[in-house]
């Protein structure tokens, strides 16, 4: 992985799996690293703390427009910029017959794993456009068990 020293990494869904491999990667990389979940991902954190990293943990659910612009104005406001992010937030609905899938159910889905993405790229290109600098934001499509 490049180096990343200094460079400011927000990393969505970041409980486990991807999100937490890719946010402990740019930590050991060198960035200083906003841990986001819906449920704060607060023991994540702490431990790459613990080991010298700069990371941040950051309670979010990407579905509800309010969450996502606080996550990306508490990390401006505690590092000045943002360079990267890695939207990597996503859920499965129940593993059952479209039948028997509740529209509440499929709503939920739709919220995360679309709205989601949506809001988040939205508030990190408002951010973005306004630096001056090589910023990038990936988008994965995963789900969580």
């Not at 970041?14 to 979940?37: M, Q």
């Amino acid at each position: 992985m490049n180096n990343f020293n200094n460079k400011v990494v927000i990393v969505t869904g970041a409980r486990t799996g991807i999100g937490l491999s890719a946010a402990t990667l740019f930590a050991k990389a060198g960035a200083n690293v906003i841990l986001a979940r819906r449920h704060k991902p607060k023991k994540k954190a702490q431990r790459l703390t613990e080991q010298g990293y700069s990371a941040i943990s950051f309670e979010c659910d990407v579905s509800q427009e309010s969450d996502v612009k606080a996550m990306v104005d508490f990390t401006v406001k505690k590092f000045g910029h943002l360079d990267y992010a890695y939207n990597n937030t996503g859920i499965q609905s129940p593993v059952t017959k479209t039948e028997d899938l509740s529209l509440d159910e499929y709503n939920k889905v739709l919220d995360i794993n679309l709205k989601g993405i949506f809001l988040s790229m939205k508030y990190e290109l408002k951010q973005m456009s306004k630096q001056y600098s090589k910023d990038a934001i990936v988008n994965c499509s995963s789900m969580e068990d």
